[in-house]
């Protein structure tokens, strides 16, 4: 389960809107518990590093990106809880290029995107049995701010 | 070699939560052996099951991306860093036609996994692309050259559900390139022969035929049922009304036309990029562009261009690939030269764009934007029938016969002591002609000598001008019944 406080969740709705018809994508910093639940406690858009004209339908966070934002979420005591990116007139469901660049144990919410406007948002966690590894859909719960 | 190998936070997990180690090795692929032995989730979580490196983990050594060097078997040296890291890309899924749901509620038997091995090898299809194709339902408008391969190849494909319309019967003047009719087909409806030909090829497919014309009345029913509208008619009207119905419904459209030796292919789907209309505003004047009847087609060139549309209604249904949405494909089979252009999306548009004007189809008038309408303004061509005129030929009168086909068509038939005079060069030409003398015209079907008619009239021509009804179609049987000599 991934727990959002309403202004996160509102401001990545905001940035797919303002993203589109490209896709946005982020990285998401809070604390994960034991049992899989993980608080978001910071957002941190991402600008896309995909090549001009592949906007629309990738994103790319580079590791220099991600690197700096473990190292601004570790002096606050955060972690990196997830990735998140937009769908452009397309479905909440990841893709399988989504599925080879996932890493196990976090969240990669998914925001769908029609004619501008947000559809809807599910949220995948990789995980793994065996030998195959596979995303599953995860419960996403909205809160308000305390 | 001790080095030490940093671990980025977000993959720490499979290490222990440690985010360095020191090991032992002299390539970066030993460090990472040793990593993967001491920590085996992290052999699980960041290597493939061909124990290569997920594409998700980039490893630098002293700052820079092994890709960059030797690859794994980059050199280390003692108390060199090596450090994991993620890159996170992704993308939207091409989304087919073909929901999930669709897709799951249908199975393959070992017979269909028998006939589509090939489908099933190809990454791209695999089974899941298979099950969609089953799922699938494309109608097939038009069952002359163009819908030939697709009949032919959609079935073969193993698409699901095939509909096909056509309201004319096979005549023998069709097979030189509608290879699904066969000569005993002849003056049998090109439904028929059609479904007999997919069940020969496949009798998996279920076939919906529909023997009737569409019309303003019936097309949105007929369409409504299916997932992609293969557009393979011969006409403008049929064209705009496929058009619009697939705009109104929701539907793909992948559309085909040739013109003798040259064949154009596109994919229009307003949601997604223009539509037929976007590229085409209004069609030509009557009679200007001929159909394949009028103008003749090389055999093998539907062949080419409706087997090109088939392949992008395979596409379209297993999602993936590049269509051509947003972009024309034209092929000219006698010079042997193809490109692509680029059709944009006309914010005008009066069924796609902004402010659309067409809602309803029936409340559009496609036989008066057409110009098949007959002008109530304009005055009426007087028109002869082929009885009337072989009968004032046979007596002798004057008259000033003149034919305005194309050099290829005459060639076919001629008529004998006819003025040859293009319809381009009849203003021009006017004072060959004698105004105190009835003039006949004549085409091949009657509708472009109604077209040359006007167009003196426009010029200012003041003679007697009568269309020869049917054209040299009519007249072939009757006034040159006795002359054999056809060809």
Not at chain 2, 215 to 244: F, G, Q, W
């Amino acid at each position: 389960m991934i727990i959002f406080e309403k202004r996160f969740i509102e401001q990545l709705y905001r940035e797919a809107q303002e993203q589109y018809p490209n896709e946005c994508c982020g990285i998401l910093l809070g604390l994960a518990a034991a049992d899989g639940e993980r608080i978001v406690l910071q957002v941190r858009p991402a600008a896309n590093m995909s090549p001009e004209g592949e906007k629309q339908k990738h994103f790319r966070i580079p590791s220099e990106m991600i690197l700096e934002a473990e190292r601004s979420a570790a002096l606050n005591g955060y972690e990196i809880i997830g990735f998140y990116h937009s769908h452009p007139d397309c479905e909440a469901v990841p893709s399988e290029l989504d599925a080879d660049y996932a890493i196990e144990g976090l969240s990669y919410p998914i925001i769908s995107v029609r004619k501008g406007k947000v559809k809807e948002v599910h949220s995948w966690e990789m995980t793994s049995k065996e030998d195959d590894r596979y995303f599953r859909k995860e419960c996403i719960e909205i809160r308000d701010r305390k | 070699m001790a080095v030490k190998l940093l671990i980025s936070a977000t993959l720490r997990t499979f290490a222990g939560r440690k985010s360095e180690i020191v090991l032992e090795g002299s390539t970066v692929q030993e460090v990472l052996d040793r990593f993967t032995d001491e920590y085996p989730d992290a052999g699980k979580a960041l290597f493939g099951d061909d124990r290569r490196l997920r594409p998700f983990v980039n490893v630098y050594v002293g700052g820079n991306n092994i890709d960059a060097l030797d690859g794994l078997e980059t050199k280390l040296e003692e108390n060199d860093t090596v450090l994991l890291v993620p890159v996170i890309v992704g993308g939207a899924p091409e989304e087919g036609v073909i929901s999930e749901e669709r897709r799951k509620a249908v199975t393959l038997d070992d017979k269909e996994i028998d006939r589509y091995n090939k489908h099933l090898m190809l990454r791209e299809i695999g089974v899941k692309g298979q099950k969609k194709l089953k799922a699938a339902k494309v109608l097939i408008a038009g069952l002359g050259g163009l819908g030939t391969p697709l009949v032919q190849y959609l079935a073969a494909a193993g698409v699901g559900t095939i509909g096909i319309v056509d309201f004319d019967e096979v005549s023998l003047t069709n097979l030189q390139s509608q290879v699904i009719h066969g000569t005993r087909d002849v003056n049998r409806p090109k439904t028929a022969s059609a479904k007999d030909s997919i069940k020969a090829i496949n009798p998996l497919i279920k076939v919906e035929t529909y023997h009737i014309k569409l019309t303003e009345e019936n097309i949105e029913e007929i369409i409504e049922d299916y997932d992609i509208v293969a557009d393979a008619t011969d006409n403008y009207k049929s064209r705009y009304l496929i058009n619009d119905a697939c705009v109104l419904l929701g539907k793909p459209l992948v559309f085909g036309a040739m013109y003798q030796f040259e064949g154009q292919v596109s994919v229009f789907d307003a949601r997604r990029g223009p539509c037929f209309r976007c590229q085409f505003p209004s069609p030509p004047p009557k009679g200007l562009v001929p159909t394949c009847a009028e103008s003749g087609v090389i055999g093998t060139l539907p062949g080419i261009i409706g087997s090109i549309q088939a392949n992008e209604v395979l596409k379209l249904i297993i999602g993936g690939g590049e269509s051509l949405i947003g972009e024309m494909f034209l092929f000219d089979t006698w010079n042997f030269t193809g490109r692509k252009l680029s059709v944009a999306k006309n914010e005008n548009c009066p069924i796609c764009g902004k402010n659309p004007t067409i809602y309803k189809i029936e409340e559009f008038d496609y036989e008066d934007f057409c110009g098949l309408k007959e002008d109530e303004e304009e005055v009426p061509v007087e028109g002869i029938t082929p009885e009337d005129l072989a009968d004032r030929i046979e007596r002798g009168e004057p008259l000033t016969i003149v034919d305005v086909r194309e050099p290829h068509e005459r060639s076919i038939s001629r008529f004998p002591n006819a003025v040859v005079i293009p319809i381009g060069q009849l203003a021009r030409r006017q004072n060959e002609l004698d105004p105190d003398m009835d003039t006949i015209f004549i085409c091949r079907e009657g509708k472009r000598s109604i077209l040359a008619i006007n167009t003196l009239r426009e010029a200012g021509y003041k003679g007697p001008m009568y269309n020869l009804k049917g054209g040299m179609e009519a007249a072939r049987d009757i006034i040159f019944s006795n002359e054999g000599g056809w060809l």
